[in-house]
T-cell receptor, first 116, second 113 residues
Framework: AQKITQTQPGMFVQEKEAVTLDCTYDTSDPSYGLFWYKQPSSGEMIFLIYQGSYDQQNATEGRYSLNFQKARKSANLVISASQLGDSAMYFC?????????????FGAGTILRVKS | KAGVTQTPRYLIKTRGQQVTLSCSPI?????VSWYQQTPGQGLQFLFEYFSETQRNKGNFPGRFSGRQFSNSRSEMNVSTLELGDSALYLC????????????FGEGSRLTVL
């Protein structure tokens, strides 16, 4: 079974609107971490936001927030007030505590295009 | 503060050759991990180094190897290159092994002809 599933291969959003990128995960480990990264066409992976499985509140970083629904095993990324510069590939990733360290499993990604 | 630096950024090799890629982590970061990104397989974990010791290894053949130096800089080596090794190789660094922040470099794009 896929550990990280991103069901939206591509998304369009109008500039200044909010957009939600979906991510579901599969793990039996009670301790895990969830990451979101942005990858522009240049190739660099830009860290956006992190959510630990025991964190009580949803993580937020500026215009980015993570809608963490533990029972549903989902960790959707919400980008508010989209900007043209948000056009990129977005990856959801997970680290399980049994693996420890910085071994991340990535989803297939979602391409986001912001329209003016 | 300088980010993660990877060199070279682009390189072209032929089948059978070997290649060495370098990664300088963010100052103070002790954990370095490597990932391979291809259109077909996506992002896959290669290995992780911490305090000069390999701590985790992904499901790659022995042709893929790496090491970490005392200053936390890391290198990875791929021997006997195959066409399928063409990929973007990304290095990531973090302060420790269980932090919530893992920062990537711009990657080294390898083309094997």
């Amino acid at each position: 079974a896929q550990k990280i599933t991103q069901t939206q291969p591509g998304m369009f959003v109008q500039e200044k609107e909010a957009v939600t990128l979906d991510c579901t995960y599969d793990t039996s480990d009670p301790s895990y971490g969830l990451f979101w990264y942005k990858q522009p066409s240049s190739g660099e992976m830009i860290f956006l936001i992190y959510q630990g499985s025991y964190d009580q509140q949803n993580a937020t970083e500026g215009r980015y927030s993570l809608n963490f629904q533990k029972a549903r095993k989902s960790a959707n990324l919400v980008i508010s007030a989209s900007q043209l510069g948000d056009s990129a590939m977005y990856f959801c990733a997970m680290r399980e505590s049994r693996e420890y360290g910085n071994k991340l499993v990535f989803g297939a990604g979602t391409i986001l295009r912001v329209k003016s | 503060k300088a980010g993660v630096t990877q060199t070279p950024r682009y390189l072209i090799k032929t089948r059978g050759q070997q290649v060495t890629l370098s990664c300088s982590p963010i100052s103070g970061h002790r954990s370095v991990s490597w990932y391979q990104q291809t259109p077909g397989q996506g992002l896959q974990f290669l290995f992780e180094y911490f305090s000069e010791t390999q701590r985790n290894k992904g499901n790659f053949p022995g042709r893929f190897s790496g090491r970490q130096f005392s200053n936390s800089r890391s290198e990875m080596n791929v021997s006997t290159l195959e066409l399928g090794d063409s990929a973007l190789y990304l290095c990531a660094s973090s302060l420790s092994r269980d932090t919530g922040e893992l920062f990537f470099g711009e990657g080294s794009r390898l083309t094997v002809l």
